[in-house]
Nanobody
């Protein structure tokens, strides 16, 4: 059974940093593309960042490029999202996601992700 558990959310002031983690189990993490998504109140879920199974060539949403960094440790089956220079518009529930394949798609809103965590709330106060 695939399980994705996010942690690290919380309240932070604008300009601050947070580090989110995703612990994965129940599948072969090292063969799976992974991603972070977020959903702000009253809005659709949106893409934040994605990593192929190897961790090469990550992709970021324009809104977070240069501020957020996605990384993964295939030996520990964990993925992180380092978020710096946070803005109030980054306030959202952040979701960890995994794909059955080693690469992520870019044609659909879910980027080819098949499994989802329950999310962790990030609140940025201005």
């Amino acid at each position: 059974q695939v399980q994705l558990v996010e942690s690290g959310g919380g309240l932070v002031q604008a300009g601050g940093s947070l580090r989110l983690s995703c612990a994965a189990s129940g599948y072969t993490f090292s063969s799976s593309a992974m991603g972070w998504f977020r959903q702000a109140p009253g809005k659709e879920r949106e893409f934040v960042a994605a990593s192929s199974s190897s961790g090469d060539t990550p992709k970021y949403a324009d809104s977070v490029k240069g501020r957020f960094t996605i990384s993964r440790d295939n030996a520990k089956s964990t993925m992180t999202l380092q978020m710096n220079s946070l803005k109030s518009e980054d306030t959202a529930v952040y979701f960890c996601a995994a794909a059955r394949r080693g690469w992520f798609g870019t044609l659909g809103p879910d980027y080819g992700m098949d499994y989802w965590g329950k999310g962790t709330l990030v609140t940025v106060s201005s």
